[in-house]
């Protein structure tokens, strides 16, 4: 029999974390973190971790475990989920994987490329020849180095572009070769897909609730603290919505009742494209959705059996 993992995604706000507590009481099993934000230690509210008395019903994996200081990639959230999945088949629990970061949920269906990381030096000569001739140049010279790149990227796509350049200059072989060879290492599991599709009207409301709750909670006090850590701004943690915004109220730039609606439209955007990133990458999913929470567990419990 095929060992059993379940995957649950859906945008920010749609109810997943209270869904897989409910899901793991019924099905025996273990809650693994697959949003790129709830990984990090300093963000317990305007990420929307899972709460104490959440993690004391059920066991919880991979929420809080990274400082916002470290660099922590999709290839590494990977390289820990596995460890994780084989925890629990080996305590006979049922992984399920939960969260909002599309990427992470597509290096478990579809695996993520062997390419080895190309050095500062390539990238950093790159960069500077695709200032140097433009986009459209650029992909001329790229389409004469690596031929199979034709009909594969749109001239318009630099970072993309950018990509397929080093990686050919580096590995001598073309990205396109190293994607078709890329495979999932979850081919002998019984993997089941399921994504809230919540109604866009719901899904604002949720999303309005939960900010005023963050505030509630004082998300601003962990913005402050935060701040004291002064991290490079490349680092992802800055993106966190919420940080950018507290930061101006906090500075005078905007009002209380500013930052909050700066917020609430930040996170629309964010839900808006996860739920695009879904009807692209998620399309063999089950999208399921109720508003009677018992009616969506059993179609989740229907979905996952």
Same mark, same amino acid.
């Given at each position: 029999?095929?060992? !059993?993992?379940?995957?649950?995604?859906? @945008? $920010?706000? =749609?109810?997943?974390?209270?869904? +897989?507590?409910?899901?793991?009481? *019924?099905?025996?099993?273990?809650?693994?973190?697959?949003?790129?934000?709830?990984?990090?230690?300093?963000?317990?509210?305007?990420?929307?971790?899972?709460?104490?008395?959440?993690?004391?019903?059920?066991?919880?994996?991979?929420?809080?475990?990274?400082?916002?200081?470290?660099?922590?990639?999709?290839?590494?959230?990977?390289?820990?989920?596995?460890?994780?999945?084989?925890?629990?088949?080996?305590?006979?629990?049922?992984?399920?994987?939960?969260?909002?970061?599309?990427?992470?949920?597509?290096?478990?269906?579809?695996?993520?490329?062997?390419?080895?990381?190309?050095?500062?030096?390539?990238?950093?000569?790159?960069?500077?020849?695709?200032?140097?001739?433009?986009?459209?140049?650029?992909?001329?010279?790229?389409?004469?180095?690596?031929? !199979?790149?034709?009909?594969?990227?749109? @001239? $318009?796509? =630099?970072?993309?572009?950018?990509? +397929?350049?080093?990686?050919?200059? *580096?590995?001598?072989?073309?990205?396109?070769?190293?994607?078709?060879?890329?495979?999932?290492?979850?081919?002998?599991?019984?993997?089941?897909?399921?994504?809230?599709?919540?109604?866009?009207?719901?899904?604002?409301?949720?999303?309005?609730?939960?900010?005023?709750?963050?505030?509630?909670?004082?998300?601003?006090?962990?913005?402050?603290?935060?701040?004291?850590?002064?991290?490079?701004?490349?680092?992802?943690?800055?993106?966190?919505?919420?940080?950018?915004?507290?930061?101006?109220?906090?500075?005078?730039?905007?009002?209380?009742?500013?930052?909050?609606?700066?917020?609430?439209?930040?996170?629309?955007?964010?839900?808006?494209?996860?739920?695009?990133?879904?009807?692209?990458?998620?399309?063999?999913?089950?999208?399921?959705?109720?508003?009677?929470?018992?009616?969506?567990?059993?179609? $989740?419990?229907?979905?996952?059996?």
């Amino acid at each position: 029999m095929l060992k !059993k993992i379940i995957l649950l995604a859906g @945008p $920010t706000a =749609s109810g997943k974390s209270l869904l +897989a507590i409910h899901l793991a009481k *019924k099905i025996n099993g273990e809650i693994i973190n697959a949003d790129s934000m709830q990984i990090y230690k300093e963000f317990k509210i305007l990420s929307s971790r899972p709460s104490i008395s959440d993690f004391q019903k059920i066991k919880h994996h991979l929420y809080g475990i990274i400082s916002a200081k470290k660099y922590f990639s999709a290839g590494n959230w990977l390289q820990e989920v596995k460890k994780k999945i084989n925890l629990c088949l080996k305590k006979k629990k049922i992984p399920i994987i939960v969260g909002g970061t599309g990427l992470y949920f597509n290096t478990i269906t579809k695996g993520i490329s062997k390419i080895p990381d190309i050095d500062l030096k390539t990238r950093n000569k790159v960069r500077a020849l695709f200032k140097k001739l433009g986009p459209k140049n650029f992909f001329e010279k790229l389409l004469v180095l690596d031929p !199979k790149a034709k009909d594969k990227i749109l @001239p $318009t796509d =630099s970072q993309r572009l950018q990509r +397929a350049y080093e990686v050919k200059i *580096k590995t001598k072989k073309s990205l396109f070769d190293w994607i078709v060879e890329t495979k999932s290492d979850f081919l002998d599991f019984n993997v089941k897909k399921i994504y809230i599709n919540i109604p866009r009207e719901e899904l604002l409301l949720k999303i309005s609730k939960r900010t005023e709750s963050m505030f509630k909670k004082n998300c601003i006090d962990e913005v402050k603290k935060f701040n004291s850590l002064k991290l490079k701004k490349s680092l992802s943690a800055n993106k966190l919505i919420g940080v950018q915004e507290i930061n101006q109220y906090m500075k005078g730039t905007i009002t209380l009742e500013q930052c909050i609606e700066l917020i609430n439209i930040k996170t629309r955007q964010y839900a808006k494209r996860q739920n695009t990133w879904a009807r692209g990458h998620m399309r063999n999913w089950n999208k399921i959705y109720s508003k009677n929470f018992s009616i969506l567990l059993k179609k $989740t419990l229907k979905v996952t059996s």
